[in-house]
């Protein structure tokens, strides 16, 4: 019988919701302190780099190569399991210490070209330790989601947001932001509160696994299970690398004006300085419902899928859920989040230096990715889904194609939509990428979007349009076109206190099980079938 993973995702959501609310406290100290200017953007494409090693390496391909093996191991001869994790985390470090090595010579190398006169490059030098840092933080997080504890993990980005938002806030009324050479030193001490951050997260992660007793020196016996690990993770990297791609021409592309210039083969380029830092804070936006309900979901279930890999009916039965209920969450969060944009890019982000023309701007990225939010979090599920079956080259060959037209409608959109077209190229390439991944696991497992998946999924459209309705009806006479911090605030309230209740309250008239499970509560059966879905 498949294993409630529920539980869990209510566990991580509830932690991921103070996390997010953190990220969302250190944006808006970044959005006051600096706005969406030059230095903003140098500071979000130096963390650029860090951010792909630790989806790529940490939460990405070796995480998701060595939670199956590791979970197997576990059940079957724990000691095993432990050599693993020892060998696998001994390797880790010195590969990826290496990595940092000749990464810090390289950007050396370029800024001794730029007469050491280069920010982003600065920034980047600073910030690269904190890659092998929060790599290491994501491999103890899988060995703690095999123990069964999720919160540790779950926690730890908090303590990376408050670092910054003390060193942001802390240094304010210290430093002189009309003075460019203060501001930034300031962006560099915050850099440096990254690096540090990313040292108490391995101490935090070191003492939730301390019970286990989990370090051997013996590793030489665990070769044969590290070699299957790596034999997993070549085709990972590569999925998990092409995808990262889009994050990294996503950062080119927008970065382009602060970090190179204002033409590109002596035409004006279409974006314009500030580029980066606005599509960076969209981006924070919309990843807030992203990484509470979606990213959650596919964590928790991730451990569950893997242990049934072999159990075909129960396989289905946790994934059906699993797709269910990033449904139930993400479309009405995807309609919500286009219609509250604007307040809410004000509330998080406007004061200070960041006006309220900023606040608009963001705005217009954001209505560009909020359409996918339902989507983005089934690929994540989808994607774990073959990881579970060790099964990677199939994602890789979808993610190939995703990349390549991800990149050429970022090359076509950015000229008539401006940054706003990276966003919706963002998302039109995650509605091939389910659609990809959905027949290609069908193939391989059976049918996965049954009537009963179906019949959900078509409740939640028609809901989420209600709610749109309702939210749209509410915010109509409260928005306008120059608000103040306040009334931005009393609209967007309005505007997520009906959507809520909408939602809520139409689930429980139409008994909907995706909202007990959404709190945390098991399916006590198998699939529901048509009949009894209402």
């Not at 590569?238 to 033409?263: C, E, K, R």
């Amino acid at each position: 019988m498949a294993a409630g993973f529920e539980k869990h995702a209510r566990t991580v959501t509830l932690l991921t919701v103070a996390s997010r609310v953190t990220g969302l406290a250190r944006d808006a100290a970044l959005s006051r302190v600096f706005g969406a200017d030059p230095i903003m953007d140098a500071f979000f494409f130096a963390f650029l780099i860090p951010n792909l090693f630790r989806r790529l390496f940490g939460e990405g391909a070796l995480a998701a190569a060595f939670l199956p093996v590791y979970s197997r191991l576990h059940a079957s001869d724990p000691v095993q399991a432990r050599r693993l994790a020892s060998l696998t985390i001994a390797i880790m470090t010195v590969a990826l210490g290496v990595v940092v090595l000749i990464g810090e010579g390289l950007l050396l190398l370029v800024l001794w070209m730029n007469d050491f006169d280069h920010l982003a490059i600065n920034l980047m030098m600073i910030m690269l330790p904190y890659m092998p840092l929060v790599c290491l933080v994501a491999i103890l997080g899988a060995m703690l989601q095999v123990h069964g504890r999720f919160g540790p993990t779950a926690a730890a980005p908090m303590i990376l947001n408050l670092l910054i938002v003390s060193s942001a806030v802390g240094l304010v009324f210290m430093v002189d932001h009309e003075d460019e050479a203060q501001r930034i030193a300031h962006v560099s001490v915050i850099a440096s509160s990254v690096l540090l951050a990313g040292l108490i997260q391995v101490a935090w992660s070191l003492s939730a696994l301390r019970d286990q007793a989990w370090w051997r020196r013996d590793w030489s016996s665990a070769a044969p299970e590290m070699r299957g690990v790596l034999i997993q993770v070549g085709p990972m990297i590569l999925g998990l690398g092409v995808l990262q791609l889009n994050t990294l021409f996503d950062g080119i592309i927008a970065s382009y004006p602060a970090v190179v210039g204002s033409t590109i083969f002596g035409i004006d380029y279409p974006l314009e300085e500030g580029a980066m830092a606005t599509v960076s804070f969209a981006q924070r936006l919309y990843q807030f419902p992203l990484g509470v309900f979606g990213i959650a979901i596919a964590t928790a279930i991730f451990p569950a899928l893997a242990r049934l890999s072999e159990a075909r009916d129960d396989f289905l039965d946790v994934l059906r859920r699993g797709l269910r209920l990033v449904v139930y969450i993400g479309l009405p969060a995807s309609v919500g989040l286009m219609l509250v944009r604007e307040p809410l890019a004000a509330v998080v982000l406007q004061g200070g230096d960041f006006t309220a023309e900023d606040s608009r701007r963001v705005g217009f990225v954001l209505l560009g990715y909020a359409p996918a939010i339902w989507a983005y979090s089934m690929v994540h599920v989808l994607t774990r889904a073959f990881y579970a079956r060790s099964e990677p080259r199939t994602p890789v060959l979808i993610a190939c194609l995703v990349v390549g037209l991800n990149l050429a409608l970022n090359l076509v959109l950015i000229w008539p939509l401006g940054e706003a077209g990276l966003a919706w190229s963002t998302s039109l390439c995650s509605f091939v990428q389910v659609t990809l991944l959905l027949i290609a696991l069908r193939r391989r497992t059976g049918t996965i979007v049954d009537r009963g998946v179906v019949r959900s999924w078509l409740i939640m459209l028609a809901l989420s349009l209600v709610m749109g309705a309702a939210v749209w009806l509410i915010g109509r006479p409260l928005l306008g076109p120059e608000m103040s911090w306040s009334a931005s605030l009393l609209a967007l309230a309005a505007m997520v206190f009906t959507g809520g209740v909408i939602v809520l309250l139409g689930s429980a008239a139409l008994r909907r099980p995706e909202l007990g499970w959404a709190l945390g509560r098991a399916s006590g059966e198998r699939h529901e079938s048509p009949r009894d879905s209402n």
